[in-house]
């Protein structure tokens, strides 16, 4: 498998979205930040929600077809930056193009992918009256239909999740450093 088809994998493995959302500039308000009453845990316990929070996001984007669970999960003003593929603003743009991938997934010979998180990679840091930035490396698996599965890449990512009243958000994320298994350390 070329790079190039491992990074747009990759690409659509991350976004779950057709390259044609990365140029998007609908930009939703600005998302306020958590009222003061929101306590923002700290250590094991911050680390925990996060963790939670991100296998929760990574099992909708690969696993279901639920848009609306995917928007719940997501700042109106979300920005992804992707270092092959460039620049996504705003939930609407990500849901939009994860709503098409998705669909398109359920056919029976569809390339299937998985994203593996490296949690002994994974850093929680608090972000006083905001919420938290998770950083660490991910591996991605896929596998065509119901063929076997195969290890095609890595990264590294950072993300700002909001504590909003009705829990935590992803806000920003940078999705960089993509290469193929074993090529970046």
């Known amino acids: 498998m070329n790079r190039r088809r491992i990074a747009t994998l990759l690409t659509l493995a991350i976004v779950a979205g057709p390259i044609a959302a990365f140029g998007a500039e609908t930009v939703a308000p600005t998302a306020a930040p958590p009222p003061a009453a929101l306590e923002i845990p700290t250590g094991e316990a911050l680390k925990a ?5 991100d296998a929760a996001l990574f099992d909708t984007l690969f696993n279901r077809c639920e848009p609306e669970a995917m928007r719940a999960m997501l700042a109106p003003d979300l920005e992804f930056y992707h270092d092959k593929d460039g620049l996504i ?3 609407d743009a990500l849901v939009a ?3 098409k991938n998705c669909n ?5 010979d569809a390339w299937r992918s998985r994203r593996e998180l490296v949690e002994s990679s994974v850093i929680v840091s608090v ?4 919420g938290a930035i998770e950083s660490g ?3 991605f698996y896929e596998r065509k239909g119901d063929g076997d599965e195969m290890l095609v890449g890595r990264a590294r990512f950072a993300q700002l999740w909001i504590l909003a009243p009705d829990g935590w958000r992803l806000s920003r994320v940078f999705s960089y450093d993509h290469a193929p298994a074993g090529e970046n350390g």
């Open 97 to 99: 193009g994860y709503e």
């Open 89 to 91: 603003r705003g939930a």
């Open 49 to 53: 929600q996060i963790i939670a929070r």
């Open 137 to 139: 490396e991910h591996l």
């Open 104 to 108: 398109e997934r359920k056919a029976p």
């Open 127 to 130: 972000v006083p009256g905001v």
